[in-house]
T-cell receptor, first 109, second 115 residues
Framework: QKEVEQDPGPLSVPEGAIVSLNCTYS??????FMWYRQYSRKGPELLMY????GNKEDGRFTAQVDKSSKYISLFIRDSQPSDSATYLC?????????FGAGTTVTVRA | DSGVTQTPKHLITATGQRVTLRCSPR?????VYWYQQSLDQGLQFLIQ???????AKGNILERFSAQQFPDLHSELNLSSLELGDSALYFC??????????????FGEGSRLTVL
């Protein structure tokens, strides 16, 4: 079993819709969670990180961690075509960064 | 632009061959990480170096090896190549020895095709 499970999608939404992305993890010892964004033919870039339960907002992006259910979520409000990318959740364990499979999102204009 | 430079961008070779991928980290970053990304396995951690020393090892095959040089650039050597080694190989860097906040800066990758 992978340490972080993520539905690879793909996910296609109209412009302006809310995008909801989810991951589950198996190890309760995890404390740090991240979301990376990867555009086509580019390397991943850090979008958000959080190290506690609850919500963290950054502009149109909200990261949510529910440690009781071992669930990580990313919400994108008012989605734009420029948000079309692959989104990877990640966690740190023993100082090593491990990624989910990534969900490919397409925002249609 | 992340500041991490990887060469070559594309590489096509045959089974059984050996290739070397090169990475220059961001200025000032001491840690270098190598990741392999394939469609079926996603982004897999291979190995980390910190200031010239191996720091952590992931799912790196024995046919693969890496090193970090005194000028902090790193090379990933892939030998006895198999078709299944075709993938994107990413290098990432960070300033710290441990990635406490998970912020790594990735290069644009080297796409390896083994025929």
């Amino acid at each position: 079993q992978k340490e972080v499970e993520q539905d690879p999608g793909p996910l296609s939404v109209p412009e302006g819709a809310i995008v909801s992305l989810n991951c589950t993890y198996s190890n309760s010892a995890f404390q740090y969670f991240m979301w990376y964004r990867q555009y086509s033919r580019k390397g991943p870039e850090l979008l958000m990180y959080t190290y506690s339960s609850g919500n963290k907002e950054d502009g149109r992006f909200t990261a949510q961690v529910d440690k009781s259910s071992k669930y990580i979520s990313l919400f994108i409000r008012d989605s734009q075509p420029s948000d079309s990318a692959t989104y990877l959740c990640a966690k740190i364990n023993d100082y090593k960064l491990s990624f989910g499979a990534g969900t490919t999102v397409t925002v249609r204009a | 632009d992340s500041g991490v430079t990887q060469t070559p961008k594309h590489l096509i070779t045959a089974t059984g061959q050996r290739v070397t991928l090169r990475c220059s980290p961001r200025s000032g970053d001491l840690s270098v990480y190598w990741y392999q990304q394939s469609l079926d396995q996603g982004l897999q951690f291979l190995i980390q170096y910190y200031n010239g020393e191996e720091r952590a090892k992931g799912n790196i095959l024995e046919r693969f090896s890496a090193q970090q040089f005194p000028d902090l650039h790193s090379e990933l050597n892939l030998s006895s190549l198999e078709l299944g080694d075709s993938a994107l190989y990413f290098c990432a860097s960070s300033i710290n020895r441990e990635s406490n906040t998970g912020e790594l800066f990735f290069g644009e990758g080297s796409r390896l095709t083994v025929l």
